[in-house]
């Protein structure tokens, strides 16, 4: 199985700031890998496909990029309304691995 | 417009069995895989299982293989998580998503509401 590695864990930062988050697969997924955003009480929102697409209707703030091991999403100026948990995931082959998740909040 | 609703939640006892189910409105259900994710309480999203749009191929975490079985009923647009032999351990928030296909990277575009499987005696 492939297994997923978020970082960091957690991060606080102002509104404004310039946020990236990690994620690292344990082999190569080429650009099978999708990032979603979840609120607390809510159902997980996708906000980028394949790699670096940004679903229709995400905020233009929102990027992702990387290809085969490595990848990064980043928020370019963090808004209040982005304090949330997200989460990479691959979408390369079954099972459908999760990273274990990076909870943003603002300072 | 796209809406997926689960159902079929509540409290069961160890080892018993309970199938949840996922009615799917505003879209081609028959074109679309379809998969099961998830949540424990306070914990991260795991995948559970998925169907391909002609149920001919299942696919399911290890956690569950061999208890589990997803399936689905094309004609009456409703996805299914049968689940055999609970443990306190698949107490769980499972949600029900569509699968946007190759083109979009096999991505979960569509989350319901979930339901709330808890496993305790």
Not at chain 2, 5 to 32: D, I, K, N
Not at chain 2, 59 to 79: C, E, H, M, Q, W
Request: hydrophobic share 30%.
């Amino acid at each position: 199985d492939i297994q997923m590695t978020q970082s960091p864990s957690s991060l606080s930062a102002s509104v404004g700031d310039r946020v990236t988050i990690t994620c690292r697969a344990s082999q190569s997924i080429s650009t099978f890998l999708n990032w979603y955003q979840q609120k607390p009480g809510k159902a997980p929102k996708l906000l980028i496909f394949a790699a670096s697409s940004l679903q229709i209707g995400v905020p233009l703030g929102f990027s992702g990029s990387g290809s085969g091991t490595d990848f990064t999403l980043s928020i370019s100026s963090l808004q209040p309304e982005d304090s949330a948990t997200y989460y990479c995931q691959q979408s390369y082959s079954a099972p459908y691995t999760f990273g274990q998740g990076t909870k943003v909040e603002i300072k | 417009q796209v809406q997926v609703v689960e159902s079929g939640g509540g409290v069961v006892q160890p080892e018993m069995s309970l199938r949840l189910s996922c009615t799917a409105s505003g879209f081609t259900f028959s074109s679309h895989s379809m998969h099961w994710v998830r949540q424990a309480p306070g914990k991260g999203l795991e995948w559970v299982a998925l169907i391909w749009p002609d149920g001919t191929k299942k696919y399911y975490a290890d956690s569950v293989k061999g208890r589990f079985t997803i399936s689905r009923d094309n004609p009456n647009n409703t996805l299914y998580l049968q689940m055999n032999t609970l443990r306190a351990e698949d107490t769980a928030v499972y949600y029900c998503a569509r699968d946007l296909g190759y083109s979009s990277g096999h991505s979960f575009d569509s989350w319901g509401q979930g339901t709330l499987v808890t496993v305790s005696s």
